[in-house]
């Protein structure tokens, strides 16, 4: 109790929970052209809950259903956002690595996932690469199937090794255009289509290898490293982010930090 209005802790609870969920949605929708839809609803929205707090039956009722009716419609506008926020949390809170997947796997018994990487041909194609300023896109799978990119260009399943990374996306070879996948240790696809981010708030030096690389980041929980064409810089994406490094060196304590504890 607090003063004269009964406040409960599932009530701070509920708050706290709901301006949660409130702040990740925006985080999500926030750059795209969804960021006004997202403020309009969120104003009906307390327009309704004030119409109601103040016996104001018939806006109460109008807006009332105007947002029942909208909830089909956010489903709808909003299934690019609403997809990107489920993987968010299944990726971030529900993933079998990181101090969340110690939680799960204490709870759950479950078996850390096994993810096998041939590094040393990773940083070998992309420190090559960069010297001779060759672009490249490359995926690499975690727990999201990227079996839907994967359609998009040509299978390969080889067996992973940086020449035949240099080879796939060397300038004049006809799957140099697109990106590639690796899964399992091995090149599962190569000149795949990918998603372009709609975020508008990135850096106009950002090409469109950059935009795609954060378009999947988003979408998925791949890991994407990205040589650029221009600069032969090395970059890394993921959860949406791009992460300029300082050069093959620095790529290869990135990826054994992130792959060679799955040993």
Known sequence: ????????????????LLAALIYQLYKL???????????????????????????MELLSNVLGQVLGVGVLAIFIVFQPEIRRFLLHLS?????????????????????????????????????????RNTGALIL????????????TGDIIDAQLSNRLLENIFFKNSP??????????????????TLPITENQDLPASYGMRHRAAIGAS????ALLIIVSEETGQISMAEDGVITSLSGANELRIKLTKLFAGDE
């Open 29 to 55: 929708v926030k750059g795209t052209a969804a960021i006004r839809i997202f403020f309009t609803i969120v104003a009906f929205y307390f327009l309704w809950v004030m119409a109601r707090a103040l016996n």
């Open 218 to 221: 988003e979408h998925t929980d």
């Open 140 to 151: 690499i799978t975690r727990e999201s199937s990227l079996e839907l990119y994967a359609e």
């Open 175 to 192: 799957l140099h255009d697109g990106a590639l996948i690796i899964e399992n240790n091995r090149i599962k696809a190569a000149r795949c």
């Open 91 to 131: 990726t971030r809170y529900f993933s079998t690595n990181g101090w969340q997947g110690i939680i799960w796997r204490t709870i759950f018994r479950i078996k850390k996932s096994h993810i096998s990487l041939d590094i040393d041909a990773v940083v070998k194609a992309c420190r090559n690469m960069s010297t």
């Open 1 to 16: 109790m607090t003063g004269f209005i009964p406040i409960k802790i599932t009530d701070i609870l509920d708050i706290v």
